[in-house]
């Protein structure tokens, strides 16, 4: 299924989630991490209740070693909180979970990972 986003909801649209005028106009690359990130986290849609189970999820992934890479920079990392909050309003066609789905599914991949590299070596 294709991943679908809307942020037409977000305030300050303009200066939040784009970069540069004119033909040179591009997506904020936080603005393209957090729309991808929707799947690893498994909300679809950023609001002011929801901003702290992002978090969460983000820094539980992140232990795991699924980080989100920044687009246009060297390094690994997740939006922040700020960068979160700035984009409340932004949604996806991603179905929104529960915690406990969500710690359930993460469980389940991580046995199948487990279970592939045992049997490969």
């Not at 977000?10 to 591009?26: A, H, M, P, Y």
């Not at 901003?51 to 939006?79: A, C, F, Q």
């Not at 984009?87 to 991580?110: K, Q, W």
Request: glycine letters at 4%; hydrophobic letters at 35%.
């Amino acid at each position: 299924m294709a991943l679908h986003w809307n942020l037409t909801d977000i305030k300050n649209l303009k200066d939040v989630c784009w970069v540069n005028e004119g033909d040179e106009r591009s997506l904020n690359p936080i603005t393209e991490a957090i729309i991808w990130s929707t799947i690893v986290v498994q909300i679809g849609k950023i609001t002011e209740k929801n901003v702290d189970e992002w978090v969460w999820r983000l820094y539980y992934t992140s232990k795991l070693g699924r980080g989100k890479l920044i687009p246009d920079t060297d390094r690994y990392r997740n939006p922040t909180r700020d960068e979160l909050m700035l984009h409340i309003g932004l949604s996806t066609n991603v179905s929104t979970i529960s915690r406990r789905e969500f710690c359930s599914r993460i469980a389940s991949s991580l046995k199948q990972d487990a279970d592939w590299y045992t049997a490969k070596n």
